[in-house]
């Protein structure tokens, strides 16, 4: 339950019909697992403090350099070259001390992933990687936990939600297949700071009202952003039969590498 004053910071929030005070605590009981503290899991992680979350787990294993301060505002100067989730985590509870917030200051594998998203009740990747992206798709899939994904580059965005809560929604897999050459080019390509801000609370959005259970959330639906044009695009998304992860039509030998 809230405290008085705990409550008072939330009350514009609570002033929204489809939020309340029951959304609210539904924020202050769940866990959310945000994967990087980079440009989508500061804005995210920020915006989920800020509106009450009872708990952030924040995972990375970099350090804080010069070029991420444009972009990554839990992050100082004062700061550079400490670990960005015990960085965030300093902000984040000058930000909100009613929230609970762990850092995980390393790279994690599969098996650490897997403890982590039991724990969380909404996963956020907010990772830089395809590698990642599709390892933290694998186990949120076994572990029916609700995913919200996305990615960046250059002005371009897009985002997504998969609940694997319900059995039949397609996973990130089965629309993005493994492509190791997409980091590469995220990289060179460059990522503009309006964007990864606007996605990353995007993200942050998506797992409020996934706990929330206020409005809809972007369920078997990508939503493109081309910031540069200010052309926002919704396109369903279907499951594939063949994926190796979630389709129905893989052996149960195929898949998993
Ligand atoms: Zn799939």
């Known amino acids: 339950?809230?405290?008085?004053?705990?409550?008072?910071?939330y009350?514009?929030?609570m002033?929204?019909?489809?939020?309340?005070?029951?959304?609210q605590e539904a924020m202050?009981?769940?866990t959310f697992l945000i994967i990087g503290a980079g440009g989508l899991g500061c804005p995210a992680a920020q915006t989920l403090a800020a509106s009450g979350a009872g708990r952030l787990l924040l995972v990375d294993g970099d350090v804080v350099e010069t070029n991420n301060l444009s972009r990554q505002f839990l992050h100082t100067a004062e700061r550079l070259g400490m670990n960005k989730a015990e960085s965030a985590a300093l902000a984040l509870r000058a930000l909100n001390p009613?929230?609970?917030?762990?850092?995980?200051?390393?790279?994690?594998?599969?098996?650490?992933?897997?403890?982590?998203?039991?724990?969380?009740?909404?996963?956020?990747?907010?990772c830089d990687n395809s590698a990642t992206r599709h390892a933290v798709n694998r186990v949120c899939h076994d572990e029916r936990k609700p995913l919200v994904t996305a990615g960046c580059i250059r002005a371009m965005g897009q985002i997504s939600v998969f609940d694997f809560r319900t059995q039949s929604e397609p996973c990130y897999a089965c629309s993005f297949p493994k492509d190791s050459e997409q980091d590469l080019k995220a990289s060179s390509l460059g990522v503009l700071t309006?964007?990864?801000?606007?996605?990353g609370t995007l993200e942050a959005a998506e797992a409020a009202k996934l706990v929330t259970g206020a409005g809809s959330v972007l369920t078997s639906r990508l939503l493109l952003v081309d910031l540069l044009h200010g052309d926002f695009q919704t396109l369903a998304l279907t499951p594939d039969p063949d994926c190796l992860v979630c389709g129905r039509r893989r052996s149960s030998s195929a898949g998993l590498s």
Not at 15 to 23: C, H, L, N, T, Y
């Open 15 to 23: 002033a929204v019909k489809e939020w309340g005070e029951k959304g």
């Open 194 to 199: 309006i964007l990864t801000t606007l996605m």
């Open 28 to 30: 202050k009981k769940s």
């Open 1 to 9: 339950m809230m405290q008085e004053k705990e409550k008072e910071r």
């Open 11 to 13: 009350l514009r929030q």
């Open 98 to 126: 009613y929230v609970q917030i762990e850092p995980i200051p390393r790279r994690v594998d599969e098996e650490a992933l897997r403890t982590l998203v039991r724990r969380a009740d909404v996963v956020l990747d907010c």
